[in-house]
Nanobody, 115 residues
């Protein structure tokens, strides 16, 4: 069983930056692929970024060059550095852990980009 707790969300002006963190409990964190999803009001949840257990990364097109996902296996934590934020990045951001036969979600953290 894995519990995920996100932090770091908040209100930021367009062009600003935030760093989201997701702390995982349990063992074998390094065996999980970790993802960040987001869900805006009235829209479906969408994959933002992923990092495999081998540190391979991927991003949705709209955040490439602005967001960076990373992980620290010693701290059981995954990060999402978000730069040059835009109003369309406003959403609840969720951390997700997965490996064959298992997946877990965090409770989400709100990111609001507004002037």
């Amino acid at each position: 069983q894995v519990q995920l707790v996100e932090s770091g969300g908040g209100l930021v002006q367009p062009g600003g930056s935030l760093r989201l963190s997701c702390a995982a409990s349990g063992s074998m964190f390094n065996a999980y692929a970790m993802d960040w999803y987001r869900q805006a009001p009235g829209k479906q949840r969408e994959l933002v970024a992923l990092i495999s257990s081998r540190n391979n990364t991927g991003y949705r097109e709209s955040v490439k060059g602005r967001f960076t996902i990373s992980r620290d296996n010693a701290k059981n934590t995954v990060y999402l550095q978000m730069n040059n934020l835009k109003p369309e990045d406003t959403a609840v951001y969720y951390c997700h852990a997965t490996r064959p036969g298992e997946h877990y979600w965090g409770q989400g953290t709100q990111v609001t980009v507004s002037s």
